[in-house]
Every structure is written in C-alpha cells, then in structure tokens.
C-alpha cells in the first residue's frame, strides 16, 4: 500500500510547484496595469514567505493533530484559492491580500510531506519527489508564457487554479491511504519529540544547518524570480521569450532531480549536495561571461542543475543528523529558515536592482552560494567529529 501512496505525494509536489514561479514570469507585465514598480514583486514575495514561515513553525502541531493526509489537501485547496483570487486582482494592493492564504498554505504541506518521506524512503524518492515540484514550477511560466500571448496573465493564473483543484480532489480520495501504519524502510516505531527554537539551537549543527537552507532558498528564489527579469532588461529579450527563458531555471532543476534519484544509489548525500553546488558556480559563470544568450541559456539551466540535488539531500540527512524523534520539529524549523531565505532575499536584490541595475543578479546568487558551502562544510565536519 505505501507504493500507492507515493504517487499522490508525487501529485501534492507538483501542486506545490505549479504556482512557484508565476509571479516572476508574469511580473514584467503585471506590473505596468496593477499600477506598481518593477521591485514590488518582492514585496509579494516577501507576504507569501512570511505566511508560509508561519505556517512552517506550526506544521509540527498541525501535522501531530490531523495527520500529513489532511495537512496536505487543506493545504493545497488554499494555494487553489488564493491563484483564483490573483487572477481577479486589478490593484496591487488585492495582490498582497491573496498572498496571504498562498503562504499559509505552502508551510505546513512542504514540511509534512518532506519529513514523511525521510522517514519512510530512501534518498532516491525525496530527489524524485522535489522533481515532481520541478514539473510543476517548469510548467507555471510555460503555461503563463502562452496566456501572456492570449488571454493575458490572468487566464495564466485561472489554469493552474483549475490544475489546483483537480489535485485537491485526488488528494481528498486518497486519504485513506494516509493512515495505514506501514513503514517501507521498516524502521522501528518512535515517539516524535517537541522541543523550543532555543532548545533546538542547542543541538550540535543546528546553527549550521539553518543558515545553509536560508542561503539555499535565498539563492533558489532570487535565481527563478529574477531570471525573467533580468533576461528582458538586461539582455533585451521580449516578455513572452523571456518568461519562457526563466522556466529553464526550473526545467534544469526538474531534470537534475530525476537524475539524482539514480546518483544517490551510488553516492552519499553529502557528496550529492558538494556536486550540486560546483554546478550552480558554473551556471553563475556562465550567467556572468558576457558571451551572447547562448551562453546565458546554458548558465541558466546549469543553476538549476545545480540546485537539483541540494534541497532534498539535506532534507533526507535530517533523522540521520538529527535523530527521528526531532525529525518533524527539525523539518518545520528547517523550512521555516528556508522560507526566511525565500522571504528576505528577491525583495533586496529589487533593490539593488532599481536602486543601482539589475546586472547585479549574477553577482547576488553567488554571494548566497560561497555562504551555503561554509555551512554545509561545516555542519558535516561537526557531526564527522560527533559520530567518531
């Protein structure tokens, strides 16, 4: 029963990805009629991040009283809402209103579901359950790429809403399946443990680890929010090809995934995640040598590569640096510093992009990048030195 399960986990990642990266493909023409500047879309941003932070730091409670089942369909009908409320928005202000349950229903579903499958899976099924969220967010700027062409942002927004419901209602069907006790790793039963963010804090690596999913997300999310942007005003490409462009951020993080899941058979987390991060320096060279757009094209997908194998290893690390019992409580704090990362990060690089140029972006991704690899060097040097 739990390999029924998993495709339905597979479904609720790409419900999670779909809606992840229509603002910033949709931006360069929202912006002009909902009246706003080119660096507002980090405000968005910045609601739906801080809403899903909160939602984050309470999965723990949540998921303990409804179940990871319940969490994640609720979850995913409030993301359905909140795309239906964007699509009628015609002031900028009724954009950061919407937000609102768009975060709050992204945290707990993201939290739950990760920490279910690291402890019940092997490594290979988190990489290929963070490609199914790339599927989902390679299709929002393809899918908001053809509306820009037709029917305008708006019907961009109503599809995937559409999309949205209809996994809401396989979710719905498929409750059942959450409650059988089944644990395809076979590991032995134990009783989840609730600490205090200080208590936590305490722990050897947790400082660590937190920062390196804030610069992770900070960089993830700069990188595919931006990327439109940057192509069109930096590189001269027009709307449509631009918001197609971005979408290649995510397809290399979609297709890195898949091939992750068969590279973790032969190498450990921690050696998929100092892989994944010599390719996002690569992509960020290549973003930066000004060498035509084919050169862009390739550094663009190459980023994505990059950051295919580093959010789900160090997720699936998490029982093992961390023990079982915390699991949930690590998870939920774990996503809640990635969202900080996701909340703080696009809104400053507008800035810097209104305020001093948008040629900034490369140079932006790699300061998150060279702070993520002290991080992670450094959480896995402290638990080596642990386990010895």
Known sequence: MASLLLPIIYLAFISLGLPDALLGAAWPTMYPQLGAQVSWAGGVSMIISACTILSALASDRLNERLGTGRVTAISVAATAAALFGFSFCHAFWQLCLWAIPYGLGAGSVDAALNNYVALHYKSRHMSWLHCMWGVGASLGPVIMGQALAGSGWQGGYRIIGILQVVLTVVLLFSL??????????????????????????????????????????ALESTAGMWASSYCTLVRGLDAQTAASWASLFYLGITAGRFVSGF?????????????????????????????????????????????APVYPCIIHETPVNFGRELSMSMTGLQMAFAYVGSCLAPPLFGLLAQNVTPRLYPWYLAVGLVVMVIMSESLHAKKAAEHR
């Open 176 to 217: 059942p399946l959450w409650k059988l006790p089944q644990d395809p790793m076979g590991g032995e039963p134990f009783t989840p443990q609730h600490r205090s963010f200080p208590e936590l804090l305490k722990i050897t690596g947790v400082p660590e680890v937190l920062v390196c999913f804030l610069c992770y997300c």
């Open 263 to 307: 590279l973790t058979m032969k190498m450990s987390d921690r050696n998929m995640i100092r892989l994944g991060q010599v390719l996002i320096a690569l992509g960020i060279l290549l973003v930066l040598l000004p060498a035509g757009n084919n050169v862009l094209f390739v550094g663009l997908i190459l980023i994505g590569l990059g950051c």
